[in-house]
């Protein structure tokens, strides 16, 4: 059995291992048999996504967690953030999210979080993947202890008010008009929803689920559509979600994209100006801009980088005392409203700035001049853990930087959720980001399996 836990969960092809409705039982009882032991009789909440696979995923964890003694709330589809707000909010004891994010529908996975809505720290997971190894070992309760399922029907309504109540309540976006791209995801339902309810007018692209099309040619992941929809409907903005709604991408009323770090930079500005940003720091990644910590400096601000995986940016932000953090891809946390990144509520952060100083979206966005930065996924077969262990490997690397100098950096790492390379090189010149990009690849090919 290989390693299940990766940096946003458990992930894979449905029907291969590890996402697997075997594995999905054992993690469901891995999961019920620790909060059993920690609380008595839990109550596990379960949400998903729109992928085909997210039935037989939900089934088997359900009869893995009634196995165990413990009681299921069924959600339905309701994005990530959703899940983690309600579980906190009706008390559970655990929530579980049966989603692969941003990956296509083929894929599925299962992201956890503790009763306080935040995600299990690694100690956790490893005690959870221990249970899974030696599920034989686990004690199963007598048969009149067996759990009940039962299906909750308010969730959305709570989610929805939970949002709202994070926008300014003197303002509103009469007037404004949205596009609003759901990548036919968790989103599908709340978000058109919420902000008409906020006075938009809205017009939607990816709101039809089939359990296939999730994430295909829209969303977060492939922004176009909405900024060319932006463009002919002469919208004030364009707003993109991915398939479980913890990311989104922008576009300004020009369709020119934003992603999550220009998103961050305008947020800091608005909330540096009305002296709420914690410590005048923001959280994000290796994989940030250089130019949004540029931009921080000019306002007097500081980033602290962490590694990749919203988790990360979670923790370091509890550890500091900070409130702003978020990734390059449009996880954005506003740890005073939510526990984990959400797309929606960073939408309507975004917006109430543009509210709040009546200009539009290009020239927020203007606080913030990205140094140029390429990013190129190398398919490999088999799973790569640490690049550290390739011979050479830090010795090419150090050449590579050499090269860059003080004009750019690289970042290399294997990808926690698919299988490939991810090849992350900062410049000022174009023409140093490809010859550096090109190193790394040659150095790969001889070194590994690429597909």
């Known amino acids: 059995m290989g390693r299940l836990f990766g940096t946003d969960g458990i992930r894979g092809v449905a029907n291969e291992y590890p996402m697997t409705a075997e594995i999905a039982l054992k993690v ?13 009789r839990p109550r596990i909440l379960i949400g998903k996504d729109t992928r085909l696979s997210g039935y037989m995923l939900e089934y088997a964890m359900v009869a893995g967690i009634c196995s165990m003694g413990a009681d299921v709330l069924l959600a339905g589809p309701l994005p990530t953030p959703g899940i983690a707000f309600i579980t906190r909010d009706m008390r559970a004891d655990a929530g579980v999210v049966i989603s692969a994010s941003h990956n296509p529908y083929e894929y599925n996975g299962i992201k956890i979080f503790a009763g306080d809505g935040f995600k299990l720290p690694d100690h956790i997971e490893e005690e959870l993947e221990r249970r899974v190894t030696n599920f034989e070992t686990l004690s199963l309760p007598p048969y009149e202890m067996i759990g009940r399922a039962r299906r909750i029907e308010d969730v959305q309504g709570r989610y929805i008010v939970h949002l709202k109540n994070t926008f300014p309540p003197d303002a509103d976006l009469e007037g404004i008009t949205l596009v609003v791209d759901c990548a036919h995801g968790a989103t599908y339902k709340v978000a058109p929803l919420i902000f008409e309810e906020l006075g938009a007018r809205v017009i939607t692209i990816g709101t039809s689920p089939d359990g296939r099309n999730i994430n295909r040619d829209c969303g977060a992941l492939h922004p176009q559509a909405m900024a060319e929809a932006v463009k002919l409907h002469d919208a004030h ?53 250089l130019g949004l910590e540029i931009a921080l400096r000019r306002m007097n601000a500081r980033l602290i980088r962490t590694a990749v995986g919203d988790r990360y940016v979670v923790e370091e932000m509890r550890r500091g005392g900070y409130v702003l953090g978020g990734e390059q891809s449009g996880h954005i946390v506003f740890l005073n409203h939510s526990t984990t990144g959400d797309g929606i509520l960073s939408a309507l952060q975004v917006l109430a700035v543009m509210t709040r100083e009546g200009r539009p979206l290009s020239e927020l966005a203007s606080v913030m001049e990205r140094i140029p930065q390429k990013l190129t996924n190398v398919p490999v077969n088999g799973t790569i853990r640490s690049l550290s262990l390739i011979p050479d490997y830090e010795v090419t690397l150090k050449k590579v930087e050499a090269f860059l100098g003080d004009d750019g950096r690289v970042l290399v790492r294997p990808s926690g959720t698919e299988p490939v390379i991810r090849i992350m090189v900062e410049a000022t010149r174009e023409e140093l980001i490809d010859k550096a990009t090109e190193m790394i690849i040659d150095f790969l090919k001889r070194h590994l399996d690429i597909k």
């Open 28 to 40: 469901g009882a891995a999961v019920a048999s620790y909060f059993r032991n920690s609380h008595g």
């Open 237 to 289: 903005a364009g707003i993109a979600f991915d398939g479980d709604g913890d990311r989104v991408i922008f576009s300004d009323e020009k369709g020119n994209i934003l992603d999550g770090d220009v998103l961050m930079a305008i947020c800091a500005r608005d909330m540096l100006n009305r002296d709420a940003l914690a410590q005048r720091t923001v959280v994000a990644t290796v994989m940030s801009n």
